[in-house]
C-alpha cells in the first residue's frame, strides 16, 4: 500500500510542477512568438502531463499572467526591502546589503532577458514603471521636502533611473554582480539626495506606539 503524501509534500510537488511550466513558457517565449506556443510545447519541456497544466491553469494566457503576478509581487518585495521594517530613514543611512531590487532581477533572469531583448513583454514595462512611481510616491514621506522639487516628477525619475540601470545590466548580460549594482545605485541616489530624510508609511503600527508612549509622557 502506497504512503500517501502529507499536504506539504502535495505543495512543494505543486510547486514545482508550477514552476518547471512558468520556466518551460519563458523558454519558449526566448524561442518563438507567444502566439505560436502551443500547451504540448510547454508540458514537453516541462516534463510534465497536461493533465498537470489543466489542474492549474486552462489557456497558456492564465500561465504567463501568474508569470507577470509573481515578478510583480517579488519586485514590491524587494524595492521595499530597503526600508520595510523602519520608521525613519535617511540615504545615508541606507546600506547597500539591504538593496535587494537587483537580486530580483537577478532571480528573474530570463523573464527581465525578455522584456528588455524583446518585444513580447513590452506591455509589461509600462506596469513596472508605474509601480515603480507609485511606490515611491506612497510608501514614503520626505521629512525635509525641497519646496523646489515636484515630487510627483521626482518619482518619474526616481522610476526611469531604476528602469535604466535594470535595461543597461540586461542587456550586459548581467555584466555585474547584484551586490555591485546595489552599490552603484546608492551611490547615485547620494549624489544629489544625500541630506534626504524619508518616513515610511508601511508600520502605522509605530503610528499608534509613538502616541501612546506621548500620552504617557503627558
Not at 12 to 21: G, I, N, Y
Not at 161 to 170: R, S
Request: include cysteine.
Amino acid at each position: 500500500m502506497h504512503k500517501s503524501l502529507s499536504i506539504p509534500d502535495m505543495d512543494r510537488r505543486v510547486h514545482r510542477s508550477k514552476q518547471a511550466l512558468k520556466a518551460s513558457l519563458l523558454e519558449w517565449m526566448s524561442r518563438k512568438p507567444f502566439e505560436s506556443i502551443t500547451i504540448t510545447d510547454i508540458v514537453k519541456l516541462a516534463d510534465v502531463n497536461r493533465s498537470t497544466f489543466y489542474k492549474h491553469y486552462v489557456y497558456r494566457e492564465d500561465l504567463l499572467n501568474e508569470i507577470l503576478k509573481d515578478v510583480m509581487a517579488d519586485l514590491i518585495f524587494a524595492y521595499r526591502a530597503p526600508y520595510q521594517h523602519y520608521r525613519d530613514f535617511g540615504i545615508m543611512d541606507l546600506n547597500a546589503s539591504a538593496i535587494k531590487i537587483f537580486d530580483h532581477v537577478l532571480g528573474h533572469g530570463t523573464f527581465y532577458a525578455l522584456l528588455v531583448n524583446t518585444n513580447m513583454l513590452s506591455g509589461f514595462r509600462d506596469t513596472l514603471y508605474e509601480t515603480l512611481k507609485t511606490l515611491y510616491l506612497e510608501d514614503v514621506t520626505d521629512m525635509s521636502p525641497d519646496p523646489r522639487v515636484n515630487k510627483e516628477l521626482l518619482a518619474c525619475y526616481q522610476a526611469n533611473a531604476v528602469l535604466g540601470l535594470i535595461t543597461g545590466w540586461v542587456q550586459s548580460n548581467f555584466k555585474y554582480s547584484a551586490s555591485y549594482m546595489a552599490e552603484q545605485l546608492l551611490e547615485f541616489t547620494r549624489m544629489n539626495r544625500s541630506n534626504e530624510v524619508y518616513r515610511s508609511n508601511l508600520n502605522p503600527s509605530l503610528d499608534e506606539m509613538e502616541r501612546g508612549t506621548a500620552s504617557h509622557d503627558n
